[in-house]
């Protein structure tokens, strides 16, 4: 784990189910997933499970995060939904090739 930039805070094993559980401090979710895919490649383990946890500082920004783009954020279809006529549509191909077509005609219409 040094070698990564981490290290190996400790290990736990599961009798009953012949697992470990190991806890391990590394730079970010990049680096796990390369520790992992090194681990796999070894041989040594039947499969391999990487969950990130964050802090309670990281999970509070993480909940600001998620509050600010729940403001912009729309759920697709949600403005039919909610009435707005002016963002509906039939289809996204359809839709598109409306547009492909008025673009057509008004180019033809200039020259």
């Known amino acids: 784990m040094q070698s990564l930039g981490g290290s190996l805070k400790t290990v736990y094993w599961e009798v009953s189910a012949r697992a ?54 729309r759920v697709p279809g949600q403005a039919v939904l909610d009435g707005d006529s002016s963002m509906s549509c039939s289809g996204v191909g359809g839709s598109l090739w409306t547009l492909r077509r008025q673009a057509a005609r008004a180019s033809q219409a200039a020259g």
């Open 20 to 73: 470990v559980h190991a806890i391990v401090d590394l730079p970010d979710s990049s680096t796990a997933a390369a520790a992992a895919g090194v681990l796999c490649q070894t041989g040594a383990f039947k499969s391999i499970e990487v969950e990130e946890v964050l802090t309670q500082t990281q999970f509070t920004a993480v909940l600001a995060l998620a509050a600010n783009v729940s403001q912009t954020y």
